[in-house]
């Protein structure tokens, strides 16, 4: 009996502490979600893939989106898609699920998409006071996902773990909210570029 009272004791314990775990983790994604939907975003930082590190622009406006890093560049208005690598334009009209660089369109589909925990104080970066840990319901490539945040609520780094045991690691050097961006800073006038346009619509 005094066993049993001891794994009923431990049960409501970790459920106690799953549940607060995952209260702290949805009220933190809410303020960070909150800073994206007073404008425009524009954040600027490096990215860290295997042996390179690579600079890397992002502009998002709620679901549009302009990310330049290393060799490519890819824009979303919000139905049409232009990803520009090695001479090349394709243009397609993903889904939801295949937006997966947009760090706000990540957030705003957590609860849906994700299991949502925060990460151990013990285990945030420099300059990180709060992290989410952000796992699949459902299998995809990304094995897991980290963002970690300032006192403000602001991203300061993100990490991805993939299902073929890589890693990418992104460090945000600055961040500005409630901007006010034009409808052509995300969208790709192909006639800019000597590519080849692949249109997969």
């Given at each position: 009996?005094?066993?049993?009272?001891?794994?009923?004791?431990?049960?409501?314990?970790?459920?106690?502490?799953?549940a607060q775990?995952?209260?702290?983790?949805?009220?933190?994604?809410?303020?960070?979600?909150?800073?994206?939907?007073?404008?425009?975003?524009?954040?600027?930082?490096?990215?860290?893939?295997?042996?390179?590190?690579?600079?890397?622009?992002?502009?998002?406006?709620?679901?549009?989106?302009?990310?330049?890093?290393?060799?490519?560049?890819?824009?979303?208005?919000?139905?049409?898609?232009?990803?520009?690598?090695?001479?090349?334009?394709?243009?397609?009209?993903?889904?939801?699920?295949?937006?997966?660089?947009?760090?706000?369109?990540?957030?705003?589909?957590?609860?849906?998409?994700?299991?949502?925990?925060?990460?151990d104080s013990?285990?945030?970066?420099?300059?990180?006071?709060?992290?989410?840990?952000?796992?699949?319901?459902?299998?995809?490539?990304?094995?897991?996902?980290?963002?970690?945040?300032?006192?403000?609520?602001?991203?300061?780094?993100?990490?991805?773990?993939?299902?073929?045991?890589?890693?990418?690691?992104?460090?945000?050097?600055?961040?500005?909210?409630?901007?006010?961006?034009?409808?052509?800073?995300?969208?790709?006038?192909?006639?800019?570029?000597?590519?080849?346009?692949?249109?997969?619509?």
């Amino acid at each position: 009996m005094k066993k049993f009272i001891l794994s009923l004791s431990a049960m409501l314990l970790f459920t106690t502490v799953f549940a607060q775990n995952e209260k702290e983790a949805t009220a933190l994604l809410d303020k960070a979600i909150a800073l994206f939907e007073k404008g425009g975003v524009e954040m600027n930082g490096v990215v860290r893939y295997g042996d390179g590190a690579f600079a890397l622009s992002l502009k998002m406006d709620h679901e549009r989106f302009h990310a330049d890093v290393a060799d490519f560049e890819l824009w979303f208005d919000n139905k049409t898609q232009w990803f520009l690598r090695s001479e090349e334009i394709y243009i397609s009209e993903p889904n939801p699920e295949e937006q997966n660089m947009n760090p706000y369109l990540m957030m705003k589909n957590a609860k849906k998409q994700f299991n949502v925990s925060t990460v151990d104080s013990k285990l945030l970066p420099k300059g990180a006071t709060a992290g989410l840990k952000l796992t699949p319901r459902n299998y995809s490539e990304l094995q897991e996902a980290k963002l970690f945040f300032d006192k403000d609520n602001r991203l300061v780094s993100m990490q991805a773990y993939l299902q073929n045991g890589n890693q990418a690691n992104v460090d945000i050097t600055s961040f500005k909210n409630g901007l006010k961006f034009d409808a052509k800073d995300f969208t790709c006038n192909t006639k800019d570029f000597d590519a080849e346009v692949i249109d997969m619509r």
